[in-house]
């Protein structure tokens, strides 16, 4: 039998500090703090309780954590550089 996976989407989320009601294309939804207000690509948006949220979505990486990584990433290897350099003289 032929297996599928669930298409990957990229919505926006934030975690809500404050209850709130939405009118939703399944109608009136109610959001509780600590629940995430989850915005699609399509511009729809709904609450959703912050367990299945977090059991179900992984933030994706901005260019931003990218940049901080290589940063990193660079001032070690310059570090290790400069210290091999120094043994080897």
């Known amino acids: 039998m032929p297996k599928y996976r669930k298409i990957p989407v990229v919505?926006?989320?934030v975690k809500l500090k404050r209850s709130i009601t939405i009118e939703t294309s399944e109608g009136t939804?109610?959001?509780?703090?600590?629940?995430?207000?989850?915005?699609?690509?399509?511009?729809e948006?709904?609450?959703i309780r912050s367990e299945e949220f977090e059991a179900t979505y992984e933030r994706?990486?901005?260019s931003k954590d990218l940049g901080n990584f290589l940063k990193r990433a660079l001032g070690k290897l310059k570090n290790k550089?400069?210290?091999?350099?120094?043994?080897?003289?």
């Open 11 to 13: 919505v926006e989320a």
């Open 29 to 43: 939804v109610r959001g509780l703090p600590g629940d995430y207000l989850i915005t699609e690509p399509n511009g």
């Open 45 to 47: 948006q709904y609450p």
């Open 60 to 62: 994706v990486k901005s």
């Open 81 to 89: 550089s400069s210290e091999y350099f120094m043994k080897h003289q």
